[in-house]
């Protein structure tokens, strides 16, 4: 079957955009930005690795921009990569569904790789349980700014006595020294929160944009939070956008945000401050329609790590 990248010269391969593989430590020296995957993290029993296989299909999803990394993003403004600029894919981090210790280590280890040859780690999953130890592996970094674009809170304490997993992200990140000021932007619908988690987040200094003051007044009164010069961990939960062009989700959810309006946020950071990671999880492929959810990911995953390069990383 024809494709839009078979047209221009795209092959077909296993990293991102056919970005060049990171294979080892030394491959990392001068990268602007390092993208790495997972299946999961620290998962619930009654779920397990359910976004298996969402850092691979997001991958399949650039596969049509891979001859096109010197043209046009007219997301951006730029182009896809700016000229010279490194950016790597590493793969995925071997993780086990029976090991979640084990897994948080490993993450945080290749995180912390990343980071300590100054590129900006970018990572793509999985569940939500995923940032949890990328945060930790960004000790020393601080302080940072959180901006969390979610259609959930995740200040769940524990779940089944879990306190590790994809409900109580936030909460965990907001125990950790080096997080200053944590922004959550796209709240909606009914999700795993009870009325003592929300004040709980209040309480610990998190502001809030929900998804309906987003589309009453836009994204400027979030942007406005993000403090000029900041170090800024984004923390993209696809459910954040709406079910409408993103279908690959467990909870579609009406009402969530738009393209522009999630892209819109990421650029308006990279416009005032300094992106120190990136990650985008709960990425489902087996709930994407003919491919959409893969499509728009991969869209706004080439538009961050250009806007990353065009930092040039750690900074």
């Given amino acids: 079957m024809a494709t839009l990248g078979a047209m221009f010269g795209a092959e077909g391969g296993k990293t991102f955009m056919g970005l060049p593989e990171a294979l080892g430590p030394a491959d990392l020296q001068g990268a602007a930005a390092v993208i790495i995957g ?89 569940d939500d349980s995923l940032p949890i130890p990328m945060l930790q592996a960004l000790e020393g970094q601080g302080p940072l700014t959180i901006l969390q674009i979610d259609a959930h809170i995740d200040w769940r304490d524990e779940v089944g006595g879990e306190r590790w997993g994809l409900s109580s992200t936030m909460r965990r990140a907001s125990e950790m020294a080096h997080v200053g000021q944590i922004i959550q932007v796209g709240s909606r619908g009914i999700g795993s929160a009870r009325p003592g988690d929300y004040v709980d987040a209040v309480e610990a200094g998190v502001q809030f944009v929900h998804a309906r003051k987003v589309a009453a007044l836009g994204v400027a ?15 993209l939960d696809v459910d954040a956008l709406d079910p409408a062009v993103m279908p690959a989700v467990i909870g579609r959810t009406a009402g969530g945000l738009t393209y522009w309006q999630v892209f819109e946020l990421i650029a308006g950071v990279a416009a005032k401050a300094r992106i120190a990671a990136f990650d985008m999880v709960e990425f489902m492929p087996e709930r994407d329609i003919d491919g959409q959810g893969a499509l728009v990911a991969a869209q706004l995953l080439a538009g961050v790590i250009g806007l990353i390069a065009e930092q040039g990383g750690q900074g």
């Fill in 38 to 126: 997972a299946d999961g993290c620290t998962p619930y029993p009654s779920v397990g690795f359910y976004c298996a296989g969402g850092a691979a299909a997001i991958r399949a999803g650039g596969a049509a921009f891979a001859a096109a990394q010197g043209n046009m993003n007219f997301d951006t403004g730029l182009t896809v990569l700016p000229e010279g600029a490194r950016v790597l894919d590493g793969g995925d981090v071997p993780v086990d569904v029976a090991d979640p210790e084990g897994n948080r280590a490993t993450l945080r280890a290749a995180v912390a790789e990343i980071v300590a040859a100054g590129a900006v780690p970018v990572l793509l999953g999985g």
């Fill in 221 to 235: 009164p979030a942007l406005a939070l993000i403090p000029e010069g900041a170090r800024v961990v984004i923390c």
